[in-house]
């Protein structure tokens, strides 16, 4: 099933602004918004942002989510070295009926 | 405090069965979406199945169609997936995700080999 679009790998500096994008299409991220998720190697995923902004508790307000047509953003403020992880979007597509999944970004904290 | 606990992955031969549970708690688990995932060592996450909050209507990703069977237990709080005819390429970690991807737990590992 085709997935969503996202860049390979970002570097940002300590303390600096990350914003990852993830595109999609009409029936996917521009129609039901986008789920956003961190996963540490050897961790199981941990959902930062999900029905396009709402943020589960306990997830700090440095997360953010937004969305412009069928392109989707995760800005991450004043960037920690725990913040050095894998990070994927989803968003569930009408026309297959089911969850596709971005190929993620890798986050540098330099 | 939201929990996701999975359970009954294993090591199985090629063409055998498995069926893997999920209990949950801390959230509406009987209006939620639930949904399993799987992820394969070094790739990203793979969307598998997917069942709405009464049970009603199941979804599947086109690669399990017609040996996978995700059901769920509201009462219980629980999920469940039913997995036949299992192929090599389908070993990884199998997580179990709810309310729209907002909650996972910490995954089940199925190895499928000979």
């Known amino acids: 099933q085709a997935g969503l679009t996202q860049p390979p790998s970002v570097s940002k500096g300590l303390r600096q602004t990350a914003t990852l994008t993830c595109t999609g299409n009409s029936n996917n991220v521009g129609n039901e918004g986008a789920a956003w998720l961190q996963q540490h190697q050897g961790h199981p995923p941990k959902c930062l942002s999900y029905r396009d902004n709402s943020r589960p508790s306990g997830i700090s307000e440095r997360f953010s989510a937004s969305r412009s047509g069928s392109t989707a953003s995760l800005t991450i403020t004043g960037l920690q070295p725990e913040d050095e992880a894998d990070y994927y979007c989803?968003?569930?597509?009408?026309?297959?009926?089911?969850?596709?999944f971005g190929g993620g970004t890798k986050l540098t904290v330099l | 405090e939201v929990q996701v606990v999975e359970s009954g992955g294993g090591l199985v031969q090629p063409g055998g069965s498995l069926r893997l549970s999920c209990e949950t708690s801390?959230?509406?688990?009987?209006?939620?979406?639930m949904s399993w995932v799987r992820q394969a060592p070094g790739q990203g996450p793979e969307w598998v199945a997917a069942i709405q909050p009464d049970g009603s209507e199941k979804y599947y990703v086109d690669s399990v169609k017609g040996r996978f069977t995700i059901s769920r237990d509201n009462a219980k709080n629980s999920l469940y997936l039913g997995m036949n005819s299992l192929r090599v390429e389908e070993t990884a970690v199998y997580y179990c995700?709810?309310?729209?991807?907002?909650?996972w737990g910490q995954g089940t590992v199925v190895t499928v080999s000979s």
């Open positions: 989803s968003a569930w597509d009408n026309t297959l009926s089911g969850w596709v």
């Open positions: 995700a709810g309310d729209s991807l907002a909650y």
């Open positions: 801390g959230f509406t688990f009987s209006r939620s979406w």
